[in-house]
């Protein structure tokens, strides 16, 4: 526990606050004025990520408070810099497939290209980007995100009533609402035309909430012929559909590879060959270029509450800012009576004066950033800061003695946790250990190699556990009533540890069952070590014991504690049909069930005359020799049917099978006074003989 660490100690988010003063160096922090989702319940900015759709409203997944876009000036870290090194390294890593598709889409990388079309009748334009140019010939109509910068100057008098009260209506949906690829897709035209950058065709330019101006350049061509969603957008705005690709699209679009029709120097072509045609056509004549796009979008790291790290931050009446100096580290919070929001979007660390001004040695005045860091932040380099800390201070990350340390420890070799933070923490984290390694502080590209998605404990109902559905197991009643060893037995042993599994009472009674069992077999009824265990071994419990060492040991590796505990219980069995048991192989067997149930094996390691717990001991190891038995079951049928079973030399004949078999007292009996036709004798298995 002299590595428990806390992220709002100072002396810990001294680091947090260094390594934001490193990515402002980097450029990678900045401040944007954009359109954030704003929660006045919690009086503070949400991330995307933290923003729910609940009943068609935007609602904070903390305590469902509604949530509305508003512009305000907020910090920034230009993760989307390193959007390709998050995409490409997941390859690298041990982790679930489905956490790192996850992460895949959520970074979401697209290859097309930039289009420009022109305004009619003015000097604007605006870029689309698309990943079929080859689809170009076929653009009936352009959509633009409702809150796009060029949508109050172009729409006509005559429509800009209806494009106000659409824009208003789509402040009110989150992006994930507005994206969702379900929902019945709507808009309305803006009384203006682009210019089509080939044909020089007038096509109408629409709004419509699916197009969001934080992805991609918010704007769409749309190809109705081609696309279903733009398909679906026509027709329900008897818009044209013009096939460029040979096929029926009167009840459908075609978004296959085809041969390219009505589309001028692409005719012939397909996809591929059409895509780089257009896109060489469009960089010749200046009207576009190849681009690769990310849904990624940077991350929004402020917020307006006075619990999170301050930022190290001033902003001077000059209108210069500047990072306060690695001396004046941390940079800690103010004691306020008063914590509760400001009210003006602003944090309550806007009304700490005392704190909030400063003076310049020139005279110039000062004020401290008033927004606090996401929770995130403290969590991106945790795993850091336990290599890192020594008594209650941590090793300066930008020393010789942390470069050592963490070249030493790292990478984490084994995360467990939830999936639900597939595209927050654990994207954040291998962002932020980025940074690190390109600054040189860490000496891994990744921070955690494995990772391990554990499953959840369902009620006896086989639903999620709930205080309205009564289904929720205390475990500090479980430990009052069956022990603290017998949980964790239980909970290791109701399957696999990545499924949901439903509790069951009588599985827990199962558990403590086999404990006592266990405490039976290694301790008498005067808490002394049993008479069975002897220090002799007459080998015959060499083969199950080695197996189970083996068993065990491979299945702890892979995080199979059901079919760990399973085998154990084999040994068990055995353990009981013994005469006795060697002490060697009851230490042994001990130290493989300590992980599980350390409270009653660190006590029965002490009766067995330990003085130092059973934590020091080595790990027993197994002798594959002894893996191999030296006697074998064999079955013996009379016309197919089982007559005896025969314990013989694992390295008998087949004659001598045949022999031992036919010998066989019970066999005798079934075959006395009739002919037989034949004996089968399958190697290690089984001796059929067939009579008449």
Same mark, same amino acid.
């Given at each position: @526990?002299?590595?428990?660490?806390?992220?709002?100690?100072?002396?810990?988010?001294? @680091?947090?606050? @260094?390594?934001?003063?490193?990515?402002? &160096?980097?450029?990678?922090?900045?401040?944007?004025?954009?359109?954030?989702? @704003?929660?006045?319940?919690?009086?503070?900015?949400?991330?995307?990520?933290?923003?729910?759709?609940?009943?068609?409203?935007?609602?904070?997944?903390?305590?469902?408070?509604?949530?509305?876009?508003? =512009?305000?000036?907020?910090?920034?870290?230009?993760?989307?810099?390193?959007?390709?090194?998050?995409?490409?390294?997941?390859?690298?890593?041990?982790?679930?497939?489905?956490? $790192?598709?996850?992460?895949? &889409?959520?970074?979401?990388?697209? /290859?097309?290209?930039?289009?420009?079309?022109?305004?009619?009748?003015?000097?604007?334009?605006?870029?689309?980007?698309?990943?079929?140019?080859?689809?170009?010939?076929?653009?009936?109509?352009?959509?633009?995100?409702?809150?796009?910068?060029?949508?109050? /100057?172009?729409?006509?008098?005559?429509?800009?009533?209806? +494009? #106000?009260?659409?824009?208003?209506?789509?402040?009110?949906?989150?992006?994930?609402?507005?994206?969702?690829?379900? #929902?019945? $897709?709507?808009?309305?035209?803006?009384?203006?035309?682009?210019?089509?950058?080939?044909?020089?065709?007038?096509?109408?330019?629409?709004?419509?909430?699916?197009?969001?101006?934080?992805?991609?350049?918010?704007?769409?061509?749309?190809?109705?012929?081609?696309?279903?969603?733009?398909?679906?957008?026509?027709?329900?705005?008897?818009?044209?559909?013009?096939?460029?690709?040979?096929?029926?699209?009167?009840?459908?679009?075609?978004?296959?590879?085809?041969?390219?029709?009505?589309?001028?120097?692409?005719?012939?072509?397909?996809?591929?060959?059409?895509?780089?045609?257009?896109?060489?056509?469009?960089?010749?004549?200046?009207?576009?270029?190849? #681009?690769?796009?990310?849904?990624?979008?940077?991350?929004?790291?402020?917020?307006?509450?006075?619990?999170?790290? =301050?930022?190290?931050?001033?902003?001077?009446?000059?209108?210069?800012?500047?990072?306060?100096?690695?001396?004046?580290?941390?940079?800690?919070?103010?004691?306020?009576?008063?914590?509760?929001?400001?009210?003006?979007?602003?944090?309550?660390?806007?009304?700490?004066?005392?704190?909030?001004?400063?003076?310049?040695?020139?005279?110039?005045?000062?004020?401290?950033?008033?927004?606090?860091?996401?929770?995130?932040?403290?969590?991106?380099?945790?795993? +850091?800061?336990?290599?890192?800390?020594?008594?209650?201070?941590?090793?300066?990350?930008?020393?010789?003695?942390?470069?050592?340390?963490?070249?030493?420890?790292?990478?984490?070799?084994?995360?467990?946790?939830?999936?639900?933070?597939?595209?927050?923490?654990?994207?954040?984290?291998?962002?932020?250990? #980025?940074?690190?390694?390109?600054?040189?502080?860490? =000496?891994?590209?990744?921070?955690?190699?494995?990772?391990?998605?554990?499953?959840?404990?369902?009620?006896?109902?086989?639903?999620?556990?709930?205080?309205? $559905?009564?289904?929720?197991?205390?475990?500090?009643?479980?430990?009052?009533?069956?022990?603290?060893?017998?949980?964790?037995?239980?909970?290791?042993?109701?399957? =696999?540890?990545?499924?949901? %599994?439903?509790?069951?009472?009588?599985?827990?009674?199962?558990?403590?069952?086999?404990?006592?069992?266990?405490?039976?077999?290694?301790?008498?009824?005067?808490?002394?070590?049993?008479?069975?265990?002897?220090?002799?071994?007459?080998?015959?419990?060499?083969?199950?014991?080695?197996?189970?060492?083996?068993?065990?040991?491979?299945?702890?590796?892979?995080?199979?504690?059901?079919?760990?505990?399973?085998?154990?219980?084999?040994?068990?069995?055995?353990?009981?049909?013994?005469?006795?048991?060697?002490?060697?192989?009851?230490?042994?067997?001990?130290?493989?069930?300590?992980?599980?149930?350390?409270?009653?094996?660190?006590?029965?390691?002490?009766?067995?005359?330990?003085?130092?717990?059973?934590?020091?001991?080595?790990?027993?190891?197994?002798?594959?020799?002894?893996?191999? !038995?030296?006697?074998?079951?064999?079955?013996?049928?009379?016309?197919?049917?089982?007559? !005896?079973?025969?314990?013989?030399?694992?390295?008998?004949?087949?004659?001598?099978?045949?022999?031992?078999?036919?010998?066989?007292?019970?066999?005798?009996?079934?075959?006395?006074?009739?002919?037989?036709?034949?004996? %089968?004798?399958?190697?290690?298995?089984?001796?059929?003989?067939?009579?008449?």
């Amino acid at each position: @526990w002299d590595k428990e660490l806390n992220t709002t100690d100072p002396n810990y988010y001294k @680091w947090t606050q @260094w390594i934001f003063i490193q990515l402002y &160096n980097m450029g990678l922090a900045e401040i944007r004025e954009i359109e954030v989702n @704003w929660c006045e319940g919690l009086g503070t900015v949400l991330a995307n990520e933290e923003v729910l759709n609940v009943n068609g409203k935007m609602v904070s997944e903390r305590g469902e408070h509604p949530v509305i876009k508003k =512009p305000m000036k907020q910090w920034v870290l230009k993760i989307t810099h390193y959007a390709e090194r998050l995409l490409q390294d997941l390859d690298t890593l041990d982790w679930p497939e489905s956490l $790192k598709e996850m992460q895949r &889409n959520w970074i979401g990388k697209s /290859e097309g290209a930039l289009i420009n079309f022109k305004v009619d009748g003015r000097d604007s334009s605006f870029d689309v980007f698309t990943t079929r140019p080859d689809t170009v010939f076929g653009v009936s109509y352009v959509v633009l995100a409702p809150e796009h910068a060029l949508v109050d /100057e172009i729409t006509t008098d005559a429509c800009r009533e209806a +494009v #106000k009260a659409y824009q208003e209506v789509s402040k009110a949906k989150s992006d994930l609402e507005r994206t969702e690829l379900n #929902k019945e $897709k709507s808009g309305v035209a803006t009384g203006a035309y682009a210019v089509h950058p080939i044909t020089n065709e007038l096509v109408p330019i629409w709004i419509g909430d699916y197009v969001l101006a934080s992805y991609g350049t918010g704007a769409v061509m749309a190809v109705p012929a081609h696309d279903e969603r733009d398909f679906e957008f026509a027709k329900k705005y008897d818009l044209p559909i013009k096939a460029i690709i040979e096929a029926d699209v009167t009840e459908a679009a075609f978004t296959d590879d085809g041969v390219h029709i009505e589309s001028d120097f692409i005719n012939g072509m397909n996809n591929a060959d059409a895509k780089a045609a257009v896109i060489n056509w469009l960089e010749e004549h200046a009207k576009g270029s190849r #681009k690769v796009n990310y849904k990624l979008r940077d991350w929004l790291f402020s917020r307006q509450r006075y619990w999170g790290e =301050p930022f190290p931050v001033i902003q001077w009446e000059d209108g210069t800012v500047s990072v306060v100096e690695e001396s004046e580290l941390p940079l800690e919070l103010p004691v306020m009576d008063n914590i509760k929001p400001s009210g003006t979007g602003e944090s309550p660390l806007a009304n700490a004066t005392e704190w909030l001004e400063v003076v310049r040695e020139d005279g110039v005045k000062g004020r401290r950033e008033t927004n606090t860091m996401p929770q995130w932040a403290g969590s991106c380099w945790y795993y +850091v800061g336990y290599i890192l800390k020594q008594d209650e201070n941590y090793v300066g990350l930008n020393t010789e003695e942390a470069k050592q340390l963490l070249a030493d420890w790292l990478p984490v070799d084994l995360y467990i946790g939830g999936a639900e933070h597939a595209v927050l923490h654990l994207l954040y984290a291998r962002f932020w250990h #980025k940074v690190l390694f390109d600054l040189g502080l860490v =000496p891994t590209n990744e921070p955690f190699q494995r990772l391990f998605n554990q499953g959840m404990i369902l009620g006896e109902n086989n639903e999620k556990m709930s205080k309205s $559905k009564g289904n929720v197991v205390n475990p500090d009643d479980v430990v009052a009533s069956h022990g603290a060893d017998t949980l964790r037995l239980y909970e290791m042993f109701m399957g =696999p540890l990545d499924a949901a %599994i439903a509790w069951s009472t009588d599985g827990l009674d199962g558990s403590r069952r086999f404990l006592d069992r266990v405490w039976r077999l290694f301790v008498n009824a005067e808490g002394g070590v049993s008479e069975k265990i002897v220090s002799e071994n007459n080998g015959k419990l060499d083969k199950v014991y080695h197996e189970t060492v083996k068993k065990v040991t491979e299945d702890y590796e892979k995080l199979g504690f059901n079919t760990a505990i399973a085998q154990m219980m084999i040994f068990i069995n055995e353990g009981y049909k013994a005469e006795n048991l060697p002490k060697e192989y009851v230490e042994g067997f001990i130290k493989l069930l300590n992980p599980i149930a350390p409270h009653m094996t660190e006590e029965i390691w002490s009766i067995l005359g330990h003085d130092e717990s059973i934590t020091y001991a080595a790990w027993p190891t197994y002798d594959e020799a002894k893996l191999v !038995a030296d006697t074998i079951t064999i079955i013996a049928q009379v016309n197919g049917k089982l007559r !005896a079973r025969l314990e013989v030399p694992a390295s008998i004949t087949k004659e001598e099978m045949e022999t031992q078999a036919l010998g066989h007292e019970n066999v005798k009996a079934f075959i006395e006074g009739k002919d037989i036709v034949k004996v %089968i004798a399958v190697p290690g298995k089984l001796v059929n003989i067939v009579v008449k």
